[in-house]
């Protein structure tokens, strides 16, 4: 059965695998192909090879929140199309590969706060056309570097999309997004920086 090759609570009918707390430090690889809903948060990962999640085509949601991720290659989520629902909070995520989230145009909700982020990829967000609610609060974000000059923008233009808050339980936030030395990510222009980027 699914249980005993994953090691994980499987609710077949409802095609949703929960690994929570298994001290995991690897995706199991004999998740069903049909799988719409994978929990992995309170696990022990500190990174995802690129072929993770390879054949779970189907997932409408992930969760890795609460692990101790540090990188991410930039094809992980390639073969999640389907995805409305990526949770990536509470890692140790320094930094965004280039392109790791184009494949998600259905993404719905991405939480990225309480991770160690300094900047984001310019183009980071833009294939996320559907998305409503992300969470970016919590990190080293590094707004003495023109880098910050594309999430500052994005923020500005999406604001009602940025939220703060617990669990399901969030609220409009744009101004909760502040940099490692208190201003508001938002508030960073070209012009406060102080020299020219290109």
Not at 17 to 31: D, R, T
Not at 44 to 72: I, M, R, S, V
């Given at each position: 059965?699914?249980?005993?090759?994953?090691?994980?609570?499987?609710?077949?009918?409802?095609?949703?695998?929960?690994?929570?707390?298994?001290?995991?430090?690897?995706?199991?690889?004999?998740?069903?192909?049909?799988?719409?809903?994978?929990?992995?948060?309170?696990?022990?990962?500190?990174?995802?090879?690129?072929?993770?999640?390879?054949?779970?085509?189907?997932?409408?949601?992930?969760?890795?929140?609460?692990?101790?991720?540090?990188?991410?290659?930039?094809?992980?989520f390639n073969p999640l199309a389907e995805l409305k629902t990526?949770?990536?909070?509470?890692?140790?995520?320094?930094?965004?590969?280039?392109?790791?989230?184009?494949?998600?145009?259905?993404?719905?909700?991405?939480?990225?706060?309480?991770?160690?982020?300094?900047?984001v990829p310019h183009g980071a967000f833009d294939s996320?056309?559907?998305?409503?609610?992300?969470?970016?609060?919590?990190?080293?974000?590094?707004?003495?570097?023109?880098?910050?000059?594309?999430?500052?923008?994005?923020?500005?233009?999406?604001?009602?999309?940025?939220?703060?808050?617990?669990?399901?339980?969030?609220?409009?936030?744009?101004?909760?997004?502040?940099?490692?030395?208190?201003?508001?990510?938002?508030?960073?222009?070209?012009?406060?920086?102080?020299?020219?980027?290109?």
């Open positions: 059965t699914c249980e005993t090759v994953t090691g994980c609570t499987c609710n077949e009918g409802k095609k949703e695998v929960n690994c929570q707390y298994k001290g995991l430090k690897a995706v199991p690889s004999e998740i069903p192909a049909d799988t719409k809903s994978l929990d992995l948060k309170y696990n022990a990962f500190t990174q995802l090879p690129f072929n993770a999640f390879q054949g779970l085509t189907k997932l409408t949601f992930l969760n890795l929140q609460d692990n101790q991720l540090q990188a991410l290659s930039d094809d992980v990526l949770g990536l909070n509470g890692n140790a995520l320094t930094t965004l590969p280039p392109g790791v989230f184009d494949s998600l145009t259905k993404l719905t909700w991405l939480t990225l706060a309480q991770n160690q982020l300094q900047s996320l056309g559907k998305l409503e609610t992300i969470t970016l609060d919590t990190n080293n974000w590094d707004c003495s570097r023109c880098e910050i000059l594309y999430l500052s923008g994005w923020i500005r233009e999406n604001s009602a999309k940025v939220k703060n808050g617990a669990g399901n339980d969030l609220y409009e936030d744009p101004d909760g997004v502040t940099c490692s030395d208190g201003k508001v990510v938002r508030t960073v222009t070209n012009e406060t920086l102080k020299y020219e980027c290109p």
